[in-house]
């Protein structure tokens, strides 16, 4: 008789509980010591329990890579959230409808157009996407980020992103 993981079918998601308590707790107490507000990204787990553990030990809110991401996570009582993709046009009502429920919501521009599609809801807080060298998404000089920062005003504007994935497994 197979017994253990090996009796389980695949696909399946097992988790070591207590793993995953200790590299989450560890994650937390480095940005902690170090001064640093942690925001991770759900694009590792799409799951609300774990973004409620995160936040729990005193992470910033929780990064998506969608707007429909941030629904669901919403949905699930993920209360701080921010949108890592450029908001696109097509996004208007249902970025004022996730709004309309009082969280802490974020999203990222890269362009006028960004801009432009932006809801008239109180309280979203956007970023400049800047361009750190992946050439995906995000403005490429210093002049384009402060213009873009102009534009969504004092009133909304919280800051930069930049992804650097590129920088990731550099051995030295």
Not at 32 to 48: F, I, Q
Not at 69 to 74: K, S
């Amino acid at each position: 008789m197979v017994t253990g993981r090996a009796a389980i079918p695949t696909p399946a998601l097992v988790v070591e509980l207590d793993a995953l308590e200790r590299n989450l707790a560890a994650a937390q107490h480095l940005a902690d010591e170090h001064g640093v507000g942690l925001r991770p990204h759900a694009k590792t787990h799409k799951c609300a329990e774990i973004a409620h553990r995160q936040l729990a030990l005193g992470a910033r809110g929780i990064c998506v890579a969608k707007l429909g991401e941030a629904e669901a996570l919403a949905a699930a009582g993920i209360d701080r959230l921010l949108v890592t993709s450029p908001v696109h046009p097509g996004w208007t009502t249902r970025l004022a409808d996730l709004a309309a429920t009082g969280i802490d919501l974020s999203v990222v521009v890269d362009s006028a157009a960004s801009v432009a599609a932006l809801p008239p809801a109180p309280g979203l807080g956007v970023l400049v996407d800047v361009d750190v060298g992946l050439h995906r998404t995000g403005v490429t000089t210093p002049e384009a980020a402060a213009e873009l920062a102009q534009s969504i005003g004092p009133d909304r504007f919280r800051g930069v992103q930049g992804y650097g994935g590129h920088w990731q497994h550099i051995a030295d």
